[in-house]
């Protein structure tokens, strides 16, 4: 389908946060074993592994083994998550799982991965379609359900199995995707001043990345199965234009809303899409690399697992701080963007 851009909606939130404060208390991933190099695609994208790597900033990925789904790589980073926050699958009020690669259809992800935990009592939602932005979505939903007396902790998951919707021998979505699932639980705090101090969200439709087969629009059948409509298509060019202008923008206001900029921020979490991508959001927004954690280097672009692999790198060395800030920045197929402006308990 040609490419539309349509009229650019965005949304965004001021003031001193929410009034209840929220803390991320721990984070845990899950890659698979397999690991794909850039050697191993020249024989089937006619790419050579120094031109993958200079455009990309990808060395390998990994690609979940054929008997596994993307449930069985949530459910591994969620337990080393609530390993991590000390927290049992049966004090969870709330599974949020941001994914555009579903196990199937129905019944729900979340609802999968909630049974697999023994997280009873925990409602289960799943956030889906805004693909690579998933994960900011789904972190502005755990933030404010955690404002509700009833909701203390919420555990978010981020988790895509891109290989399984690459056409074989794609020599552009090919180069980028690599399966990966990663998680944090975020929890009631007793710090004033902690948790979401702003946000930015924006989206303008397009269908410069999109999987057009497999819905109503266009059912599955034997002609779309034949045409490989059920695997992603991307027009890299579209997708740079618009994350390149987006995410310093949407950074830039979230920033400004809550009274900082983003030289303030201790700790940028961003989509790990391109490495071009994310040089140039920091050299539009005068930021050091160091404070831009990068993980696409060895797992490639985890789709809505990506900011939260990120995460976990900082948080799992020690580096996310009791009053640090924190940016979570990403943009997806619709397009989607969006930004958190966060402050850790």
Known sequence: MTTVAHEQTAASHTGDGLAVPFAITGTGIHIPSAVVTNADLTHTTQRSGDWIAARTGI???RRLAPELATSD???AAARSALAAARVSPSDL??????SYTHDQPMPSTSLIVKDTLGARRA????VAQAACAS??????LAAHLLQNPCIGTVLVIGADCASR???PGDRTAGVFFGDAAAAAVLSRSGTPGAGL???DIGSQLSYAVQIPAGGSRLPTSSETLAAGTHYVSMDGPAVWDTATARLPESITNATRQAGLTPRDIDHFFLHQANINILDAARDALGIAADRVPITLDRLGNTGAAGIFTALHQTASAGGLRSGDT???????????WGTLCLRQA
């Open 135 to 140: 994960g900011v979505h789904a972190v502005l």
């Open 123 to 126: 409602m289960a939602l799943d």
């Open 59 to 61: 060395h390998e990925r």
């Open 165 to 167: 919707v690459t056409r």
């Open 73 to 75: 790589m949530c459910a």
């Open 326 to 336: 924190y940016v979570m920045s990403a943009i997806g197929a619709g397009f989607h």
């Open 93 to 98: 009020d709330a599974i949020i799982v941001a």
């Open 197 to 199: 101090l702003s946000y």
